[in-house]
Every structure is written in structure tokens, then in C-alpha cells.
């Protein structure tokens, strides 16, 4: 004996269910990737030196927090601004800042979305420092933009890691340190 076929009705609340489910499974699989291009464009204008690269990627009102142990104490320092951050990645330096993520985890809900990822600091070729990268972003019209970097900062349990970001670009540009900068001088 055969079995019987599906009543018409729940064969339409299937393809129903389908059709809404798959593509906001997509769409949310596409923002996520969108917020990580973001981020790591960031980090591919770092290497490069180009601040006009990155001045975009900011919303106006963005600020960069970075928290760390200094002599002892915990130590927590909050920019009113990025851009002494941007300048200093427009500098001529003699060695690319190369920052390289890990472990990325990206969260998004309508146009608000959070990254978390681990990260190794590399001044040229040496290991500078390592700690968290957390990216608050805000979706602006089309575009995601940064509205907070917070990061720790140490020198102690930073694990080498391959070249470039995890996007597998690597360095491709010369570039120190500045002053008032989340990078080390």
C-alpha cells in the first residue's frame, strides 16, 4: 500500500515555511559577512598605511576604548575621537602595522552588530602585542559602520599567528607607533 499524499493544504505551508525561512537564514549569513568585510578592511588600511581607506569605515561620532594593566592596575583609557587613530595609520613608518584576528564571532540584529575576535599585534615582523578586538557597529543607510573599538592590551600569552588577517591577506605595505593612537608607539 502506498502512502497517501500530503493534503494540499500542508504541502503549501512547507513550501511557505521555505520560502520565508531559507532566504532569512541567507540574509542573515550575508550581514554577518558584510560586518566582517568591514572590520577587516579596517585592518587591510592599517597595513597599507591608507588612511582615506579607512576614514570611511567609521561612523561619526566613533571612539576607541582600550583597557590593560599598567604597573599593576587596571587601566582603562576612552578616546573622544578616531581620528588621531586614523592620522597615525596615514603616517610614513618603516614597518607595517599588521594586525592579525582569530576566532572571529560576529552578532547582528537589524542594524545593530558586535564582533569579537582575539588578535595578535605585529610590528613588522615582531610580535608587539595581543589581547580582544570588540567592534560595535551601526548600519547606516547601506553601509556598517564602526561606532566603537574596545580592545585589551598584553604582552603575555599572545599566540604567533599566520600572516594578515583571517580574510588571508598578509602585510603589503611599509608603515611606527603614534601618539594618542590605540597602536603602540
Known amino acids: 500500500m502506498s ?16 520560502l520565508v525561512v531559507l532566504p532569512a537564514a541567507g540574509n542573515a549569513q550575508g550581514a554577518e559577512q558584510d560586518v566582517l568585510a568591514v572590520v577587516h578592511k579596517l585592518f587591510d588600511g592599517m597595513r597599507q598605511g591608507d588612511s582615506a581607506m579607512v576614514r570611511p569605515l567609521f561612523h561619526d561620532k566613533a571612539r576607541l576604548i582600550t583597557t590593560l594593566v599598567r604597573n599593576g592596575e587596571p587601566t582603562v583609557q576612552v578616546g573622544e575621537s578616531v581620528e588621531p587613530f586614523i592620522q597615525a595609520i596615514g603616517r610614513p613608518r618603516n614597518e607595517v602595522w599588521d594586525e592579525r584576528l582569530s576566532n572571529e564571532r560576529v552578532f547582528v540584529d537589524g542594524t545593530l552588530a558586535s564582533v569579537w575576535t582575539d588578535y595578535v599585534f605585529y610590528r613588522g615582523t615582531t610580535l608587539s602585542h595581543c589581547g580582544v578586538d570588540h567592534f560595535l557597529l551601526v548600519k547606516e543607510g547601506a553601509q556598517w ?6 580592545d ?14 583571517t580574510s588571508g591577506r ?9 601618539p594618542g593612537s590605540r597602536l603602540p608607539t
Do not use: D, F, H, Y
Request: hydrophobic share 35%.
Open 170 to 178: 598578509g602585510p603589503t605595505a611599509q608603515g611606527g607607533g603614534a
Open 3 to 18: 502512502p497517501s499524499p500530503k493534503p494540499p493544504m500542508k504541502r503549501l505551508l512547507a513550501v511557505v515555511l521555505l
Open 152 to 165: 585589551t592590551r598584553r604582552m603575555q600569552n599572545c599566540q604567533p599567528t599566520g600572516l594578515g588577517s
Open 145 to 150: 559602520k564602526i561606532l566603537e573599538v574596545a
